[in-house]
C-alpha cells in the first residue's frame, strides 16, 4: 500500500508562486508516473502535470509555460512549481502516483486559492 503526503497549498495573490509537494511511502519497488492532478469546484478532475521515470513530462496548455514539475526518485517526492498563477488556477489539487506493478494512488488533496 502507498501512502502519499501533500504539502504547498495556500492563498496567494494573482501573479505570484506556491510550490506543492508529494512525498509517497510503503511498499514501492519504483514509481513509473507521478503526477498532478486539480478539481476546481463545480468541475471534473483535470490532468495538469504528469512526470515520468525517464523524467519526460507533459503539462496541461492552460499551465505550460507557467507551472514545472519534477521530481526527486531517491525520496519518492514529487514537486510542481506554480509561477504566474492566476485566479483561474484555484482548485484542490491531488497527486497521483503508479508504482511499478501496482494501481495508482491518490494524495488527499490540498487547496490552492488564487485571490487579492
Known amino acids: 500500500q502507498v501512502q502519499l503526503v501533500e504539502s504547498g497549498g495556500g492563498l496567494v495573490q494573482p501573479g505570484g508562486s506556491l510550490r506543492l509537494s508529494c512525498a509517497a511511502s510503503?511498499?514501492?519497488?519504483?514509481?513509473?508516473?507521478m503526477g498532478w492532478y486539480r478539481q476546481a469546484p463545480g468541475k471534473e478532475r483535470e490532468a495538469v502535470a504528469l512526470?515520468?521515470?525517464?523524467?519526460?513530462?507533459n503539462y496541461a496548455d492552460s499551465v505550460e509555460g507557467r507551472f514545472t514539475i519534477s521530481r526527486d526518485n531517491a525520496k519518492r517526492t514529487v514537486y510542481l512549481q506554480m509561477n504566474s498563477l492566476k485566479a483561474d488556477d484555484t482548485a484542490v489539487y491531488y497527486c497521483y502516483v503508479r508504482p511499478v506493478r501496482q494501481a495508482g494512488s491518490w494524495g488527499q488533496g490540498t487547496q490552492v486559492t488564487v485571490s487579492s
Open positions: 510503503g511498499s514501492i519497488q519504483s514509481i513509473t508516473v
Open positions: 512526470i515520468f521515470s525517464g523524467g519526460n513530462a
